[in-house]
C-alpha cells in the first residue's frame, strides 16, 4: 500500500511538470480553462521538449513495474515489458509533439508502429519453432522479421529522441520578410532569421 501511495504523489508531482501555471493554481476560477488549454498545447523549448520525450519513453516502464510490484503477486516482468512498448513506441512523438514538430512525430510514430507489427509477426515465428520443436525456413523468416521490426523501433526510438532539440529548434526559427523602400525609393525584401 506505501508502494502505490507513492507512485501516486510520483505521478501527481510529474503531472503539473509540463505546465507550471497549472500547480500554482488552487481554484478552477483562478485560472480560467482557455488560458491552462493554451499554456498546454504551448510549443515547448527544445530542452523541454526533450525533458518530455524522455519522460514520455521512460516513465510507462517504471509506473508499471512499480504498479505490478505494489501488487504484490506474480512477476513484474509482463507489465514493465507493455510499459516499456508503450514507452517506446509514443515517447518520443510525445516529446516532438510538444516542441511543435507533429511532422516527425508521426514520421517516427509510424516507423515505430510498423516495428513492433514486425515483432508481433516475429513472435508468431519463435512460437511456431518451438511448437514444432524444429527450425523450418518460414519460422526463421517470421523470427528474422521480428529481429529487424524491433531493431527498426530501437533505432527510430533513439533517432527520435537524438533529434528533438535540434529539431524544435529548428521549427521555431521562422523566416520573416517584410518589404521596405529604401533612402533611393527602390522596394527591397527584407528577410530576418
Given at each position: ?46 530542452s523541454g521538449a526533450l525533458a518530455i520525450g524522455l519522460l514520455a519513453t521512460l ?135
Amino acid at each position: 500500500m506505501r508502494r502505490l501511495s507513492s507512485l501516486l504523489a510520483v505521478v501527481m508531482v510529474l503531472s503539473f511538470v509540463p505546465c507550471p501555471a497549472l500547480a500554482q493554481a488552487d481554484t478552477a476560477e483562478a485560472l480560467p480553462r482557455p488560458v491552462a488549454a493554451e499554456a498546454l498545447l504551448a510549443p515547448r523549448s527544445p530542452s523541454g521538449a526533450l525533458a518530455i520525450g524522455l519522460l514520455a519513453t521512460l516513465g510507462p516502464a517504471c509506473v508499471a513495474t512499480l504498479a505490478a510490484g505494489a501488487g504484490g503477486q506474480g512477476s513484474a516482468a509482463g507489465p514493465a515489458l507493455a510499459g516499456a512498448m508503450l514507452g517506446v513506441v509514443g515517447g518520443p512523438a510525445i516529446g516532438l509533439a510538444c516542441g511543435g514538430r507533429p511532422d516527425l512525430a508521426q514520421r517516427g510514430l509510424g516507423i515505430r508502429l510498423g516495428g513492433t507489427v514486425a515483432m508481433a509477426v516475429g513472435l508468431l515465428g519463435v512460437a511456431q519453432m518451438m511448437q514444432n520443436e524444429r527450425t523450418d525456413p518460414l519460422s526463421m523468416s517470421l523470427f528474422s522479421l521480428g529481429v529487424v521490426g524491433a531493431l527498426a523501433t530501437a533505432g527510430s526510438a533513439a533517432v527520435d529522441l537524438a533529434i528533438t532539440p535540434s529539431a524544435v529548434a529548428a521549427g521555431q526559427q521562422r523566416l520573416h520578410t517584410s518589404l521596405a523602400v529604401r533612402p533611393d525609393g527602390a522596394v527591397a525584401v527584407q528577410l530576418k532569421f
